[in-house]
């Protein structure tokens, strides 16, 4: 009988890649390219994966703000146009 034997490393890129799977849900990338983060140093603390990525999004984002953060980033984010009726339509 083979004992299969879990371990940190295991558990680590278990986690990378919940993480990255919340990444592709709410951003439609990877955690990979964005900034390097202390993704390692999170899991030694403690963090889940989705406490992760909100850190992550915090990070690269700084200053920018979003509404309801806790919510998918990309339910929130709406682009309004002028109609310009006198425009060029050669441009």
């Known amino acids: ?7 940190e490393r295991d558990r ?4 990378l ?14 955690y990979k390219d964005l900034a390097d983060q202390p993704y ?9 994966a989705e406490d ?5 999004v915090e990070n690269c984002y700084i200053g920018v703000e979003f509404e309801n ?3 998918p980033i990309s339910s929130t984010y709406t682009q309004e146009f ?6 060029d339509p050669g441009l």
Do not use: P
Not at 17 to 30: P, R, V
Not at 52 to 56: C, F, I, Q, R, W
Not at 82 to 87: F, G, N, P, T
């Open 69 to 71: 953060f806790r919510t």
């Open 17 to 30: 890649k919940d993480l990255n799977e919340i990444c592709f849900d709410e951003l439609g990338f990877s």
């Open 52 to 56: 992760a990525y909100y850190e992550l």
């Open 82 to 87: 002028e109609i310009l009726s006198d425009a």
């Open 12 to 15: 680590f890129e278990a986690w």
């Open 40 to 48: 390692k140093i999170w899991f030694d603390d403690g963090y889940s």
């Open 1 to 7: 009988m083979t004992t299969s034997v879990i371990t």
